[in-house]
């Protein structure tokens, strides 16, 4: 039981009927909020607005962590925010909210949602539009998930639950707010946040808010693509990349965000290269160092880039010409559903081309490779296939003793390469044209 729990809270069975929580049995307090949140909610409830913090600035703090951004539910009507912040922006027309902007923070503000009627929703099930106003009750029971639909009130410094949050929250338990097939067809992007907050928080999932998930995951076709983009970045770059894979394999997921891909986790390889980027990324963020999509997103792909590549070599294409074809191919099969914008995608691509390249190291040439720009993630990249079990004839172990090495280190193991037949390769040289002779003859080189 949470520490700050001194009662029990039962579930409120008559949604009407809230618990309500003082101030002396919850942990939520101004002084963990944003000024710019505090403010914004000031000035709503001065306006005779009701104004409430919600989402993950509750829960976070609830659970003893810092809140990443601080939502505001209020009565106002986006137009009525706009007109009392003169840094506010109205945004999203399906979902009017408004952004409230201080500086590099915004502070995200929704009016209550009410329920709807059948005409704003498709033939599937999908909420087109939501932009029907309610009470702060309608707007509980319209939020995706229990522990984020917990309302503190800076001015009575309680905290409102209508859908039995805190005892989950105490439980640890991911629950789905009413029918949970109904919820999820409404918005398919509600199952990937299922995951994103089972990963992020290590909580359970209730089981009927997991049973239908396996089953619906088609539902995330009709989702826009860019949205889909900005859920996985979310998933992927939270910390917690690597909890969040073993979901999206429970849920059956992977081939509907990576159409492809399954197939090859079955090759321990595959199955290990991609877990290790995962887990290399959240030691990465948990270590404060930097770390980009590009990276994670090369990895999943790599499975059926480097299959398509191998089947290009080997079917006489030029090694340079190959990886460029096989990474055209199936990244533009890939954004068809998941648009990777081209600032990632470029750093992937050159990711898969340097795998190639890291092999050349005679000569010169693996100083030039050092002094590339995506060197190091290339590196890294080759490093894990190694370790995920993928012989590559030490190449990733000789990457890592040469930058390690002095310079008379380096040369000698630029020799011993030479030595062992690894240096290049001798080109035959071509005929010389004969000025009036026909050239056809070199047509077998
Ligand atoms: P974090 O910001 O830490 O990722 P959060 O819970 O605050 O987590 P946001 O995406 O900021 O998530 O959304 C704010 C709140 O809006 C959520 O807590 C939830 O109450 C509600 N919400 C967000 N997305 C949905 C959705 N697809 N369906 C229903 N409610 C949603
Ligand atoms: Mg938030």
Excluded at 152 to 175: L, M, Q, S
Excluded at 210 to 221: D, K, Q, T
Aim: glycine share 6%; net charge positive.
């Amino acid at each position: 039981m949470l520490k700050w729990l001194k009662d029990r809270f039962g579930r409120s069975t008559q949604s009407n009927t809230p618990v309500i929580i003082d101030r002396d049995n919850h942990p939520v307090s101004r002084k963990l909020i944003s000024r710019n949140a505090l403010k914004v909610i000031y000035r709503l409830l001065d306006h005779d607005h009701e104004a409430y913090l919600v989402g993950g600035g509750v829960r976070d703090i609830l659970l003893g962590g810092r809140p990443k951004d601080f939502d505001v539910a209020t009565s106002a009507t986006p137009e009525q925010v706009k007109k009392l912040f003169g840094n506010a922006r109205i945004i999203g027309r399906r979902f009017k909210i408004v952004h409230v902007r201080f500086g590099r923070e915004i502070i995200e503000v929704t009016t209550f949602r009410g329920s709807h009627d059948g005409k704003s929703k498709s033939d599937a099930g999908m909420l087109l539009r939501d932009n029907v106003y309610g009470s702060l009750e309608d707007d509980a029971i319209r939020r995706d998930l229990t522990i984020n639909a917990l309302y503190y009130n800076p001015k009575t410094f309680a905290i409102t639950d209508y859908t039995g949050g805190v005892d989950d929250i105490d439980h640890e338990c991911i629950r789905i707010i009413g029918d949970a097939e109904t919820r999820y067809r409404e918005d398919p992007v509600r199952m990937l946040r299922v995951i994103r907050f089972a990963a992020k928080l290590d909580f359970d999932v209730e089981s009927k808010t997991a049973r239908p998930i396996a089953r619906l995951g088609y539902l995330l076709e009709d989702v826009s693509s860019s949205r889909l983009f900005d859920e996985l970045l979310k998933l992927l770059m939270s910390g917690h990349a690597a909890a969040v894979w073993e979901l999206l394999q429970t849920y059956q997921f992977v081939d509907v965000l990576f159409p492809g891909l399954n197939g090859y986790l079955e090759a321990p390889q595959h199955a290990n290269f991609i877990e290790r980027a995962m887990q290399s990324t959240d030691a990465r963020i948990k270590a404060d160092k930097p770390v980009t999509p590009a990276f994670i997103l090369a990895a999943l792909l790599w499975p059926m880039i480097e299959r398509r590549n191998n089947q290009l070599i080997q079917a006489g294409t030029p090694a340079v010409e190959a990886i460029r074809i096989a990474s055209d191919e199936i990244m533009s099969q890939q954004i068809k559903r998941i648009a990777i914008p081209k600032r990632f995608s470029f750093v992937m691509r050159e990711i898969w081309e340097m795998q190639g390249r890291l092999a050349n190291r005679h000569g010169k040439r693996a100083y030039r490779l050092m002094e590339q720009k995506r060197f190091r993630a290339a590196y890294d990249f080759l490093v894990l296939r190694e370790e995920a079990g993928v012989d590559l004839d030490n190449l990733g172990v000789w990457w890592t003793e040469f930058q390690d090495a002095s310079e008379e280190e380096r040369e000698a193991m630029i020799q011993a390469l030479q030595r062992a037949g690894n240096g290049p390769k001798k080109r035959r040289r071509r005929p010389r044209r004969k000025p009036n002779g026909n050239s056809k003859g070199n047509a077998s080189e």
